[in-house]
């Protein structure tokens, strides 16, 4: 059953940006959360994963795997389609991480259930990598919830990286300023707090999420935060540019 008067900081899609994520921690800490709760990819494509991975531990964020966590640690097959520069990250991001940090990527659950009312999720909650991104498959897994999982109002999940929020006669996506919406009793939702580390919506300011159970509403927050720093780092590893040049685009 749902705790009332529970608010929930959601975060996703991180991927190594520290910058990002410092901007955010930062603007969590003015909301007065009672939970953080991380809908995967922790790492990839950006520089700094230890540090993101210890900002993640020491604030004991709730934290579900991503496919990078996967792709890293082999528990998902690499798909031929997967891009070399991802890959090339992923190698150098192995050698980065301290082995207390590998083996806490390495224990992540690919999803979860909080407080018996909300799943967390990466991809859908049918597939841990479907892309939410067509008005069919948002259907479709809204009735997958509502078929497989009793009691559950509200999937949260990522790897789009692109805020949505979705039930049945709702559908909102353009969310580049701070949007409060309702959450209406009866209906189940799929909600996507955005990217916190790489955007991909045309808006480049990190994105997340405030769960507020009491009061019954949705919250997604635009944070600036320090993109050139965060693109010395992309370029200092020796990554691929295009990595660098996207997060001043959120693309």
Request: contains cysteine; glycine residues 8%.
């Amino acid at each position: 059953m749902a705790q009332d008067g529970v608010r929930y900081a959601i975060v996703a899609d991180i991927h190594s940006n520290v910058d990002a994520l410092s901007a955010v921690m930062d603007s969590i800490a003015k909301d007065h959360v009672d939970r953080i709760l991380c809908l995967g990819d922790i790492i990839g494509y950006n520089a700094a994963p230890a540090e993101c991975l210890k900002m993640a531990m020491d604030h004991s964020v709730v934290c579900i795997s991503g496919n990078h966590e996967r792709f890293l640690t082999g528990a998902t097959t690499i798909e031929p389609s997967v891009k070399k520069g991802t890959l090339d990250v992923l190698d150098w991001t192995k050698k980065t991480i301290s082995p207390e940090q590998l083996e806490f990527i390495t224990g992540l659950k690919r999803r979860s259930f909080v407080d018996n009312a909300y799943l967390m999720a990466h991809g859908s909650p049918r597939h841990e990598d479907e892309y939410v991104l067509t008005t069919q498959v948002m259907r479709d897994n809204i009735l997958y919830v509502s078929n497989n999982f009793l009691g559950i109002t509200v999937c949260f999940l990522g790897h789009t990286h692109a805020p949505l929020v979705v039930a049945q006669g709702k559908l909102e996506t353009h969310f580049h300023e701070d949007r409060t919406l309702p959450i209406e009793d009866g209906k189940v939702y799929l909600i996507n707090p955005g990217s916190v580390g790489q955007p991909r919506d045309g808006c480049p300011k990190a994105a997340y999420g405030v769960f507020d159970s009491g009061a019954k509403t949705m919250t997604i927050k635009r944070v600036d935060y320090d993109i050139a720093a965060a693109q010395k780092r992309v370029r200092e590893a020796g990554f691929e540019e295009r990595l660098a040049v996207r997060l001043a685009i959120g693309k």
